[in-house]
């Protein structure tokens, strides 16, 4: 898994579940949020597991297409430094729903 903004991580399919994880670099952006004063101020992290609900044969082969998915997870945000004055550093986590249809 990788993003353009950053995030990197694994999505590992068995047995109809969809296990995700990624991590992503928390950045300080100027007051416009167009440019990042301050990189890597801390990480965010998900981990999620889903159920595939629909998927379709491609080809031949043994590959699949996961069409619908949903699960829970969680989304934890660690602040390591300081964006600006008075901030709480540590770590913050909250508990996720996620799902998705394939678009065509």
Do not use: K
């Amino acid at each position: 898994v990788t993003a353009d903004e950053g995030a990197t991580g694994t999505a590992r399919v068995e047995n109809g579940v969809v296990m995700l994880s990624f991590t992503q670099p928390i950045n300080c952006y100027d007051e416009t949020m167009t440019t990042v004063v301050v990189p890597d101020i801390g990480v965010t992290t998900v981990q999620a597991s889903l159920v595939v609900l629909d998927a379709q044969p491609v080809g031949e082969g043994e590959t699949w297409v996961a069409n619908a998915f949903q699960g829970t997870g969680t989304l934890a945000a660690t602040l390591t430094t300081p964006c600006n004055a008075g901030e709480t550093l540590g770590t913050a986590t909250s508990t996720i729903a996620v799902s998705g249809t394939l678009a065509v």
